[in-house]
Structures are given as C-alpha cells and as structure tokens.
C-alpha cells in the first residue's frame, strides 16, 4: 500500500531515535555512588589538567571535552590551577549549554581564604554556572601546607561557608605528595570527598624511599594509608595518577592500569586524554571493566615495584598546571 509523506517521515524520525538511543545504550559508561554523597557518578572522569591544556587549539579542545559527554562521561575534573583559569573557561563554554548533563568539580589552590573566594567566585564565572557539584582543595602538599589550610584564615573554613551557601554542593581534598598528611586532613575534619593517587605502582611517599627496602617502602602509600581512613568515613573516593604522569605508560598495559584503579574501592577515576583517539579508547576500556582479581593486583604491583621510589620523588614536586 502507499505511504502518505508525514507517515513515512514519522517513520524515518522513529528510526533515527531507535539508533541514537542504541548509540547511547552502547556508549553508556558504569556509574557507582560517590561515597556520602549518595551521587551517582560515572566511573572515569574526564581529566581537564595539563592533558587538556595540551590541546593549543580551544576548538578541538571543546570538540574532545562535547565528544566525551556524548559518549556518556559524566564526570568532569578541572581546576582554577589548570592554566589560571583556562581549563575552567574552555570547560565552561560547553556547560553553558550542557551543564545539566554532568558532575562537575573545580578545585582551588589559594590558601588564604580571601584570596580563595576571589578564585571560587571567578570559577563559578568561568565555569557559566552558580554551582560546582564538588570543590576540593588543590594539592595538599605536607604538614605546613595543612597548617595553612587549617588556619584561622585559611581556605577550609571558606569552604565550609561556600559549601553552606550552596556555592558547591559538596567539598574535598586532592593530593598526590605525602599519604600520611592526607591522612590527616580526612581524619581531622569533614570532607565530603577526596582525590588521591592510586596506582598500581603504590605511589605515595614523600621525596621517594629514601633508601628504605622496596617491600617496606610498599606500605607507604595512598593506597595502604589514606584510603582506608576515607572508606572508614564514607567518603567519595576519586583516583587519579592512574598511569603515573606517564610514568607507568609501556611499563603495564593501558588497560591493566585502569582496571587495577577501578578494582580499588573508589567512585572513579580521573584520566587526562590529549588526544582524541585516548578518548575513544579508554572509553572502551572503562566499559568492558570488571574487578581484578585480588592475587592479579598483588602481582602487578610487585612487577611495578621498581618504578615506586622514582614516582614517589616526582610527585613530591610535582604540579599539575
């Protein structure tokens, strides 16, 4: 029989949704719940740090950071440190239409509280949003860093008020240098969440091992210290360093890393992708994860022993801008 032009449009329309609904069923990333939060986040995170930063071209930048929610990341790491601000800005040229779509986190890195809502009321500016779903502390360093913090003056208590205020809807604290102060600082006070690096290496000891045995120096590490006090308080957990600032990178499989990471009892990790096709990949990777066995990771681990103390002294001095 004939078909009229609107029935054979409706037709074609219904089709076409078909496919972008099963494009978006195959594209679908795992979510887990983000600690106390009770937010649903989905299990990588896209990293807007140097990697991003290393797109000279915004517009290719933007295309990446759109390319990565279509296909379903929900999670999207930047930070006021990233460039002073550019990361914010290219990020918030895309939440400006698609903010609704995606978690969103920023951190700051004034340790004057002054100077710190200067930046978090810049962010919110950059980022074309009244609200930032997570706001950490950026990079808590070592004990006199925690002192600063802490202070009468100090960023914490301004990110009490803002997380009061609704400027974020929950708080953190990142660090990738010393796991005992971090311990600390989760212990000590009301984080709703933390980022801390977690990688197979077990990095995390201040100016590397200093001459310590390797299997003694293993225990010094976010993994084996910080972790399990952010666990014991429900915490939103985040990993990031996932390959060591490419320092694991041809040392273990790409996709080793990420599920070794994501077998932690994390929310997500954070990967920086400075090209597209890393994008696409570990899209894949992610979506095909399922939990390393137990005796696998020890394993790794021991293979990636070596790399420890080297990784440990980088990340001592490391910054992420």
């Given amino acids: 029989m004939p078909v009229s032009r609107r029935a054979f449009l409706e037709s074609a329309a219904a089709t076409t949704l078909a496919a972008q609904v099963a494009g978006a069923a195959e594209s679908k990333i795992p979510m887990r719940t983000l600690g106390k939060t009770g937010a649903k986040v989905t299990q990588m995170a896209f990293g807007c740090g140097s990697r991003f930063l290393s797109y000279k071209d915004e517009e290719q930048a933007l295309q990446v950071l759109n390319r990565a929610i279509d296909l379903g990341i929900r999670y999207m790491d930047t930070a006021y440190g990233y460039g002073s601000g550019v990361s914010e800005t290219r990020v ?9 779509e995606v978690w ?5 890195n004034a340790r004057k509280g002054d100077e710190a809502m200067r930046i978090i009321e810049g962010s919110l500016k950059r980022l074309q949003t009244d609200q930032v779903d997570l706001l950490h502390i950026h ?11 802490e202070a009468n003056d100090g ?3 301004v990110l009490y008020k803002v997380r009061d205020q609704k400027m974020a809807r929950f708080i953190g604290v990142t660090s990738h240098t010393d796991p005992t102060v971090l311990k600390t600082a989760l212990e000590r006070h009301d984080f709703d969440c933390t980022q801390m690096a977690l990688n197979a290496a077990h990095v995390g000891m201040k100016n590397g091992a200093k001459g310590m045995e390797i299997n003694s120096a293993m225990k010094h590490s976010f993994e084996k210290i910080a972790l399990p006090v952010a666990k014991r308080k429900n915490m939103g957990v985040i990993a990031m360093k996932i390959f060591g600032q490419e320092g694991l990178v041809g040392k273990a499989p790409i996709n080793k890393l990420i599920q070794y990471s994501l077998s932690l009892p994390v929310a997500a990790v954070v990967l920086g ?9 570990n899209v894949k990777i992610v979506q095909a994860f399922a939990p390393m066995p137990r005796s696998e990771m020890n394993s790794m681990a021991k293979e990636l022993e070596p790399m420890k103390a080297e990784l440990d002294r980088f990340f001592a001095n490391h910054v992420d801008a």
């Fill in 92 to 100: 918030g040229k895309v939440m400006k239409t698609r903010r609704k």
């Fill in 104 to 108: 969103l986190a920023t951190k700051v």
């Fill in 139 to 149: 990079s808590l360093t070592d004990e006199e860093d925690l002192k600063a913090i």
């Fill in 155 to 157: 960023v914490l208590k």
């Fill in 273 to 281: 992708m400075p090209k597209p096709e890393f994008l696409e990949e």
